[in-house]
């Protein structure tokens, strides 16, 4: 039975402390950059803060986690790629990323309403030593190749790997969770398969609190926010702009 | 500017020059040239940079993944489309009268292709894996159609200029290369048709890559069967500017050489085309705008008023590209009594050509500039040195090769003869 791996993310318990940045680039083998802009850095998991552009004690402030979206319908960064470096896996739902055989024409990065799509402007590097605590289950990527949040494939990988050893097709759910969500200290993102009914981040996409970003487009993104805040939810739809600043 | 002769010469390379044809000294030519030749260097130097160090030369980023090279690559190659779009007027409707600038829209539209395609080899972060994208093809990819259908009009092109080439005196002496040339020429009417076909599907394209992008509602067509309307539009506006980009090209080569190399009648011939086809574009382009604004972009949860409210991307742009050099020039251009004057004429051209570069412009920076998400800021970008020297770099090579082309080819049927008692045929 094929799966829709997908995300709900309370932003009412995000704190914004950036574990799940963290935890993504050591789990994914992100370089440092020290040349690195806010603008040409590589962050596949890149924690946002959006004020509601009010001042004093009408002030409020949200810290949104962004990621690929893994958009499942008119999935915008597969169908331009020349040369079939991005496809939707159909048997996880995941959007995925090949590297090696990415041009570098970035034409992905421009059709990503999220800008969740990051290019190598540089040769990847690592300070003296640390290339020693690299993951071993996880390429490094090359300069001048597009990457994204694969929602942890590896662990996915491994997860498969362990559930043939013990002679199962279906691998175990406890087996297979993205280094963002293992590292949350509030519990903020969860993961679950969207495909299952009965999973309860299934159930909790469907709460009158969940939302999605530019759910308008059509593009029926896997990654599910939620929020009590009104305002909060507000920011989903592009007409709010006028409305908040980001911070 | 005051005609140039052949005199003080001390080299020589009169034997490779046409019988008949007065050009400047070798040395003084080389004078005229050298500086474009320091641009070159400095353009092949910029790149060079690009190549070895990566893109990080650039001012592109994360959000401003395209840049001036995609704007300007998508201007040369409208400009360009005077070549597929002269050779389809000649050889498949049989307008003999627009014979005489044939040879010149052959070698301008070689090297606005030859150009562009050198910048997007430097362009993408993987250069040598240019052939991946015929090796595994993603056929719903508008950039694959361009792929394709740019390289292969480049060897049409290629294949189109190589007879000009072996016309050259001390070429022809040769009698391998006079039969092929003859043989090639007998092939120009079939390469006219098969450009014809490859452009009109590269031009499309070229529209169709931005109006395929669902996540950018400011680009984002509706379609009409698999193709969004920008793909339409892009084809119309390069045949609108293609015979302004020639007009302006040739008064120019006519300007710095003083000579009289194209009958009169023909600049009006090409303005009435050019006008007429850039009315036609500016009328599906301003009800395409209307349906975008009513439908298209409130359908997908954007009102189409905050694309223009971002300076300088304000309404005045929008006016500027359907009325000032939209609409103005395709009445001076067509009005019988401005298009019989060479100034207002050329102006009108000017501006047919700065219309359609104001286009692509649009296109490719305010539909990067502008935000999607609600909390996204409007952004800037300015290019880099190496981005500006490197497009410079491309300019200087077309001068070159075509003041080369003007000085030892026939471009020009008059150039065979006396320049200034021009038959016209």
Redesign the interface.
Known sequence: MSARYGMVIDLDRCTGCGACMMACAAENNVPALP?A?N???LTPMLV?K?SNGRNGVAQREVF?P?LCMHCEQ?T?CV???????VEVDRATGIVMQMPQ???????C???????A???????PAWPAGTEKSLNPGVAVR?????EKCNMCHARLHAAQEKAAAAGKREIDPADYVPACVEACPTGAIRFGNLADPNDPVTQESHSPEAFR???????EPKVYYKSKEAWVR????????T????G | MASLTMTETHVTDSRWIARGVERISLSRFLLCLAPWFVLLVIGVYAAGLCLFY???QTN???????GLWIFLDLGIIALGAGAFFTGFLVYILKRSELKPILNTAVVVGFICYSGAVSILMI????PL??W??F????T?????EV?FCISCYLLVLSLEYIPILLRNRQLRKLPSFLIFEHQLHKLVPVLAAVGTLLSFFHQGSLGG?YG??????FAFRDGIFIWPSTFFLFILSAIASGPSFLMLVTATVEKVTGKRLVPPDLFRRLGLISGVLLAVYIAAKSIDTLIWMDFTSP?????PW?SYMHKPFGTPILFAEIVLFGLIPAFLLTYRRTAAKRGWLLSAAAMACMGILLNRFVLTVQ??AL???????FLTYTPSWQEVASFAGVIAYGVIVYSLSYRYLPLFPAQKGDETHVSGR
Request: proline share 5%; hydrophobic share 40%.
């Open positions: 040349k802009t603008r040409t850095g946002r959006v949104i962004i008119h915008p169908s331009v790629c020349p040369q079939q470096a055989r990415c041009l570098g024409c970035r034409y990065m421009t059709a990503c309403p999220y800008h799509r990051y290019f190598n402007w540089w040769d090359m300069r001048g190749v597009v970003f530019l759910a308008r487009l059509g593009t507000a920011l989903a739809e592009a007409a709010s702009s409305e908040v600043q980001h | 990566g893109l990080n592109m980023d994360n959000r401003f993944a395209f362009d993408v972060g993987q894996r240019a991946f994208t090796w595994h093809p993603n719903h990819s508008m950039l694959t792929t890559l395929v992008l669902r996540g950018r509602p359908a997908m949860g954007f009102a905050l539909t990067l935000p999607t998400l609600s909390f996204d800021e």
